[in-house]
């Protein structure tokens, strides 16, 4: 049963309160409030609709401690819908996507409206016509599911994010949620950090991307490439255009990144383009922060160096700030070591 918390006006939080079910029938986790909220952005004063689970999250028995149980923890989730709102006579009208494999493009139609709240014998009528049509509609689904596998749940999630890119209200959540599923952590922050227009800007450069690589049937590693080799492609090209400098945030983030190779963006853009892989590229970017620590520049060493220690990457006994002769030895016992590990 779900009723109504507060009035449903643009720009404030209607909540609905749901009977959480029996532990003993539905060990899963458990959403026992759907809160729909009518908000708008502050980039582009546009309406824009959030469907916000919360509920007592129930852990998983393999993720116990047999001396310290885990206890149930409130938490919540927010959904981002692709589809408009209709709002028409007072009533607002959504589409929830639900597929199965019997009907793909399924889901759930909801009505919002302001209603009188029944009393008497109307109340536990509502009630009771309420519970049956629920039950008769559980009874339904549970007859036709099918647990989906977990490359077509991704395929789903993300088949239906990446048109979202195209859309200046949704791209940012778009962005943020495909970068987390698919592991691109430069993309994420990108959706994080970047202003307006270099969102706009970077999310353009994907679009060729997401409709020549055929995206929306990838795989996770395949997505998370593609959005984080579009991300340092996009970044080194940002950061060469000496008209319009790169942003000090989006500056720090390429640091943060890439280390000392990311202060010089074209050889920067080449190793990417030269790696096929989240992995090649982590080591690509290891093999040039290395290089980096015989420069000549006691600051470009020392910057390499803390930022390949941060990764369990920089040589034992290596001191960036020490005399050159005993810098060549340190370097020169990390090759052995690693020419030894091949």
Same mark, same amino acid.
């Given at each position: 049963?779900?009723?109504?918390?507060?009035?449903?006006?643009?720009?404030?939080?209607?909540?609905?309160?749901?009977?959480?079910?029996?532990?003993?029938? *539905?060990?899963?986790?458990?959403?026992?409030?759907?809160?729909?909220?009518?908000?708008?952005?502050?980039?582009?004063?546009?309406?824009?609709?959030?469907?916000?689970?919360?509920?007592?999250?129930?852990?998983?028995?393999?993720? /116990?401690?047999? !001396?310290?149980? &885990?206890? %149930?923890?409130?938490?919540?989730?927010? =959904?981002?819908?692709?589809? /408009?709102?209709?709002?028409?006579?007072?009533?607002?009208?959504?589409?929830?996507? @639900?597929?199965?494999?019997?009907?793909?493009?399924?889901?759930? $139609?909801?009505?919002?409206?302001?209603?009188?709240?029944?009393?008497?014998?109307?109340?536990?009528?509502?009630?009771?016509?309420?519970?049956? &049509? =629920?039950?008769?509609?559980?009874?339904?689904?549970?007859?036709? &599911?099918?647990?989906?596998?977990?490359?077509?749940?991704?395929?789903?999630? !993300?088949?239906?994010?990446?048109?979202?890119?195209?859309?200046?209200?949704?791209?940012?959540?778009?962005?943020?949620?495909?970068?987390?599923?698919?592991?691109?952590?430069?993309?994420? *922050?990108?959706? =994080?950090?970047?202003?307006?227009?270099?969102?706009?800007?970077? @999310?353009?450069?994907?679009?060729?991307?997401?409709?020549?690589?055929?995206?929306?049937? #990838?795989?996770?590693?395949?997505?998370?490439? &593609?959005?984080?080799?579009?991300?340092?492609?996009?970044?080194?090209?940002?950061?060469?255009?000496?008209?319009?400098?790169?942003? %000090?945030?989006?500056?720090?983030?390429?640091?943060?990144?890439?280390?000392?190779?990311?202060?010089?963006?074209?050889? =920067?853009?080449? #190793?990417?383009? /030269?790696? *096929?892989?989240?992995?090649?590229?982590?080591?690509?970017?290891?093999?040039?922060?290395?290089?980096?620590? /015989?420069?000549?520049?006691?600051?470009?060493?020392?910057?390499?160096?803390?930022?390949?220690?941060?990764?369990?990457?920089?040589? *034992?006994?290596?001191?960036?700030?020490?005399?050159?002769?005993?810098?060549?030895?340190?370097?020169?016992?990390?090759?052995?070591?690693?020419? $030894?590990?091949?």
């Amino acid at each position: 049963m779900l009723r109504e918390r507060k009035p449903v006006w643009a720009g404030t939080t209607t909540v609905w309160r749901a009977a959480p079910r029996r532990r003993d029938l *539905d060990p899963s986790p458990r959403w026992d409030v759907a809160q729909i909220d009518l908000s708008r952005t502050a980039e582009e004063g546009k309406p824009v609709l959030a469907l916000v689970l919360e509920g007592i999250v129930v852990p998983r028995a393999e993720e /116990e401690s047999p !001396s310290a149980p &885990a206890a %149930p923890v409130r938490q919540k989730e927010h =959904l981002v819908l692709a589809s /408009e709102p209709f709002a028409s006579g007072g009533r607002v009208r959504l589409f929830l996507p @639900a597929p199965q494999k019997m009907s793909p493009r399924g889901g759930y $139609a909801l009505e919002i409206a302001r209603v009188d709240p029944p009393e008497g014998n109307e109340l536990a009528e509502a009630l009771a016509s309420g519970r049956t &049509a =629920l039950e008769r509609s559980s009874a339904h689904a549970r007859g036709v &599911a099918s647990a989906p596998t977990a490359d077509e749940s991704f395929r789903f999630e !993300s088949g239906t994010a990446l048109p979202a890119l195209e859309s200046p209200t949704l791209r940012r959540p778009a962005l943020a949620f495909l970068a987390t599923v698919a592991r691109a952590p430069l993309a994420g *922050d990108l959706a =994080l950090d970047a202003g307006p227009e270099a969102l706009a800007s970077y @999310a353009a450069s994907l679009v060729p991307v997401v409709r020549g690589e055929g995206l929306d049937e #990838a795989t996770s590693p395949t997505l998370g490439w &593609a959005l984080e080799r579009s991300a340092f492609v996009w970044l080194a090209g940002a950061a060469l255009d000496e008209k319009r400098p790169l942003e %000090p945030e989006l500056s720090a983030i390429l640091l943060a990144r890439a280390g000392e190779l990311g202060r010089f963006p074209e050889l =920067l853009r080449d #190793a990417v383009l /030269e790696c *096929d892989g989240l992995e090649a590229l982590e080591r690509r970017l290891v093999q040039e922060n290395r290089i980096f620590l /015989e420069d000549a520049d006691a600051g470009a060493r020392l910057r390499a160096f803390d930022w390949l220690g941060a990764r369990g990457a920089a040589p *034992d006994g290596f001191d960036p700030l020490g005399a050159l002769p005993e810098r060549r030895v340190a370097l020169d016992r990390m090759r052995a070591s690693l020419e $030894a590990a091949k």
